[in-house]
DNA sequence: ATGAAAGCGCTAACAC
DNA sequence: GTGTTAGCGCTTTCAT
């Protein structure tokens, strides 16, 4: 593969001037012009980026930390960022942590290699300790998930009002008896999204019952199965769940249908994030949605702001409380 | 940031000799490699990936390209491409083409660039005239669809076989009238399952019906639902179907559940793929499993073995046919 | 408007 | 066992 000097060579000028006509950068005369464009092609010739970047010194790569692919959740937030990136020309590095800290810190690594000029992290599990010391000297964005104390940039959504809508909703309709499917509390979005729940209890005079309030250990279809499982051997049975995923709301669901019982009949339950699969159950399930496109586009824009020396801030973005039917009355 | 002359500089030796330590490339003194050690662990220096890059004349960032991120038939693979690429050390670049061409030539361009080694492409809708074309100069390798005439080595399974396997185990519970919900016959796959399809009518002497082949513009769950709502309406209706994707096959069974049809009393569905949501759904539904997470390993070792220069051939790989509720008789 | 030359950070060939 | 040096491919002063 030809280099920008044999270009050079073969259109009889010098390889500032074919890196002047590659990148606009000052002005060259028409005719020079044209006889280095007849050269690169003629040579069929490609920039190399590894040049490029060690000079610059930027690798003009992103990347988007997720705990893992399988959560569909993620989807529509990666398309955001990848869209809004791409188009100020950066590309991104999808990596899954696996909430594993070898793989993240090779991710980690990467930025401090030159590798990745940044990090959008999606991964609540991820160890932020760390993450702050390389955001000392690094551009990093938070999605999703983020850091009460400290000043790393982020993207988020109120979780508490979002769970406090969904109560709201439940309580309306006549249930007293609602349970929480919960996330593991070492979480803010848990810890947010508890508060909530809580919150509406005390507003409409409901007793909190700590039996009704289940933590699972991932976000899985089976933990969401084994909370509900659980729910429904409690002496007092709730007549509804709030669940913090609809990823857990699914399995949830799964094992009502099992049990035979009738949703939203004899149950009625709630997801969150409205994932593709939510509007595919049956019956199909009630959930919050986020803004996950706007997120992404957010997150990416914060970042690159960032990377190129502006001052950029946290932002709140709207959710919306999806009815469906696994609430109807 | 230091770099690796700071570092020589503050152990009082060269750069080269840093580099050997870095690299355990050749021998050096223990006393040396101390010095070098506490130098590097003083300057907190971190090697720059993008000199060592330009250097060597290579990225270690393998490309994978899937049309998009929402369907998680892809996640499994993925997951076994990264797992084996890290520990080969490469990084893998997850690339959503959205099929979309000019996407595609951003990712081309990238491994043009040096900025990637290559590509593992499992994008059916790719253009393959210009992988092909790649592929004289750079090492590409397909996975799960593949290109009959070229010699782009791939990875599969045999979808013909699976196919008739899906309809051999329909026919044997009692169904004569078995419809296919295929995709767009463009695609290798397709017409391979549709080979599967006939093959199995023909042998146990079933009529074959055009009627009953809905080809679906995309592989999302309405395009499944749409393609049932069509089946139901025929005069004389199928009493089971194959979709040949499980999105399309959870999008009809939403079509039948809507329309009130008891599943598999009434009607009998198998999906393909076995992606984690087909056991969720009520009822949980019949498959085809690839065994993708293998499909991964695989299709990494073959293109990091082509990329190091070793010989590569194609394979397949088994498929197994999961029974669920769907078709249970 | 264009060219010469330095240098981004690293590794490998060669010399000692 | 270690240092010197050249060079990977590019961009960017600084001249002219």
Redesign the pocket.
Known sequence: MA???EVAKQA??????V??V??N?????E??RQKVDQAIKELNYE??M???N????ESRLLLVLIPNFSNPYYTEIINGIEDFSVERGYNILLCETDSNPTRENTFFNMVKNKLADGIISMDPTINMAKLQELAKKHSIVLCSEYDELERIPYVAIDNEVAAYKVMKHLIRLGHENIALINSDEKFLYARQRRKGYERALEEFDLPLRQEYIYNTNNLDFQDGAQAMRKLLQLDETPTAAFAVSDTLAIGALKELNVKGMNVPGEFALVGFDNISFSNMTNPTLTTVAQPMYQMGIAAANMLIDQLQGKPVDSVMLDHELIIRESTLN
Chains 1, 2 share one sequence.
Do not use: E, K, M, Q
């Open positions: 280099n920008i000097h009889g000028v010098s390889s500032a001037t890196s002047r590659l990148n950068t000052s002005s060259v005369t005719r020079t920039p190399s590894l040049g490029r060690l000079r610059n010194s």
